[in-house]
């Protein structure tokens, strides 16, 4: 039994099997709305309707884009270098984005009819680190896709996307090193009971939660680090070989990413599913922060110009970093002599 | 046996399977691309033992470290130096081989020695294991007092490397801005 003890959890195997898939068909219908809500939003900030035909509000839209895409013939360019690895790279990525929020607490528990349910699926001692374990594998699923595809646009556009991801990495581990030192844990389910206990870690590690948003905005590659958007230059890059529901597989676990990216800040900065009062709605003031936030990046992606690709290196190497690293430094110091 | 010790022998066997089968992958491929990803293989399912032995921190650092970071460092080389180019690989200078085969023999001989010899009864014993074991508080705790001084010049070796890195890059650019002018 003590062999299986960093894998078990307090809730029974079923239980965290069902809230599994639960929260996959949640992030599904999550990432079908949000891309509906993006268009929206980026109507209305460009003076526009956005999509405005399907249903009442347009509901219907995301089915239409749906179907539109399976229906589609799934081309794959005749030198494919390997199929398996073809079409191995969008499963991987739209795998490991899912795979990331099993550890993401976003409720506090319940007892229901004797049983345990926990307000996560595994409750893991590290699990913050697991979450950039996971991250860090998701990036071969943009270099294999540019590999596999045999072609140059898709290969520069996989290096290129693969060396943000790669960067931006460091300095989104370092910006939470702040958040882990005032906790001391790197289980989720502590760091947003410490921010229970004293205030949500915004207000003390606010340099250090600038860093995570600008890195995290950059390790899900939306706007303005959304390089492969970047037509005029590369096309589409690492994804331009692909096309019906393959391409939609890139594009899920892209916004999936970008949710869970977003519910990881609102986890470590805003105190995850707590709210002052109302303890057992936590999944409610979960959904409602992570729906600020994701409205804060659909915002950025409608306001801020695109960087260059050597202003993004540069940002990230020479700005990002040290800023994390000092912030890191300062709050130890601080942590050391309290 | 009950449930759980059963599921552990089964992920342990299919780890132990995966391991040996992209390592011997990782020598027996040609394309240095799928060597490459036989390695990630191999490095996840040392993870998985890693895990195994309720050392989840070592496991979870493995994958973001190794698994994640170093080798898409390979990628890369692998993809900029030329991927495509598929060169049969000759085999390199007859010491090479006599040389690594010798140091593979060695580690396999002292692998035994110990494990058989040394702790075959420490294993069975896990009393002395206590229950923080392989969690960051504990592993942290042993770099800073057991194992200092490795830990110190690790970090030291990591230091030049970086500096190096740095004065590689400085220099290309230097010479390039050099041209230009």
């Known amino acids: 039994m003590s062999l299986l003890a960093p894998l078990a959890t307090v809730q029974p195997w079923w239980i965290a099997t069902i809230e599994a898939f639960v929260i996959i068909m949640v992030l599904l219908l999550g990432f079908a709305f949000v891309t509906l809500i993006e268009r929206k939003l980026l109507g209305r900030f460009q003076r526009r309707f956005g999509p405005n035909r399907a249903g009442p509000y347009s509901i219907l839209q995301p089915f239409a884009d749906f179907i539109k895409l399976i229906r589609k013939a799934p081309f794959q360019p005749d030198e494919v270098i390997h199929p398996i690895l073809y079409l191995g790279a969008p499963v991987l990525s739209g795998t490991m984005a899912f795979l990331a929020f099993s550890v993401i607490p976003w409720g506090g528990g319940w007892e229901l009819f004797g049983y345990q349910i926990d307000g996560q699926v595994a409750n893991v001692s590290i699990s913050l680190i697991v979450v950039f374990a996971i991250g860090s594998i998701s990036t071969y699923g943009v270099l294999l896709g540019g590999w596999a595809s045999e072609s140059k646009y898709a290969m520069l556009g996989a290096m290129r996307s693969g060396a943000q991801l790669v960067s931006y990495e460091v300095s989104l581990a370092l910006s939470v090193l702040g958040v882990v030192l005032m906790a001391r844990s790197l289980s989720l389910v502590d760091i947003v009971a410490a921010q229970g206990r004293t205030i949500w870690y915004i207000v003390p590690q606010i340099v250090g939660f600038g860093c995570f948003a600008i890195a995290g905005v950059a390790e899900v590659g939306r706007a303005p680090f959304d390089l492969p958007e970047a037509e005029q230059e590369l096309v589409a890059g690492y994804h331009v070989e692909y096309s019906g529901m393959r391409w939609g597989l890139f594009q899920i676990a892209e916004y999936v990413h970008m949710i869970t990216i977003s519910a990881l800040m609102v986890t470590l900065f805003f105190g995850g599913w707590l709210f002052p009062f109302g303890h057992r709605l936590g999944p409610l003031w979960f959904a409602l922060k992570l729906a600020i936030v994701l409205f804060c990046f659909i915002w950025a992606r409608a306001s801020l110009p695109r960087l260059r690709y050597d202003q993004l290196m540069n940002l990230g190497w020479k700005v990002l970093l040290p800023i994390a690293t000092v912030n890191a430094l300062a709050t130890a110091f601080f942590v050391v002599l309290k | ?181």
């Open chain 2, 1 to 181: 046996m009950s449930v759980g010790n059963i599921i552990v022998w089964i992920v342990w066997i299919a780890a132990a399977a995966a391991c040996i089968g992209s390592a011997l992958a990782v020598v027996a491929l040609r394309n240095a691309l799928y060597s490459a990803l036989a390695l990630i293989g191999n490095l996840i399912s040392l993870a998985v033992f890693y895990l195994l032995l309720s050392a989840e921190f070592v496991a979870a650092a493995q994958v973001l470290i190794y698994a994640g970071a170093v080798m898409v460092m390979f990628l890369f080389v692998i993809a900029y130096v030329g991927w495509d180019k598929d060169i049969a690989w000759t085999g390199g200078p007859r010491w090479q081989t006599l040389g690594s085969v010798v140091a593979a023999a060695a580690l396999l001989c002292e692998l035994v020695v110990v494990i058989v010899l040394g702790a075959a009864n420490d294993l069975k014993r896990t009393d002395h294991v206590s229950a923080n074991f392989g969690s960051a508080s504990s592993v942290g705790r042993v770099f800073m007092s057991n194992h200092l001084l490795a830990f110190e010049v690790i970090s030291i070796v990591l230091l030049v490397a970086a500096i190096g890195g740095v004065i590689l890059g400085a220099q290309k650019q230097r010479r390039r801005s050099g041209g230009l002018r």
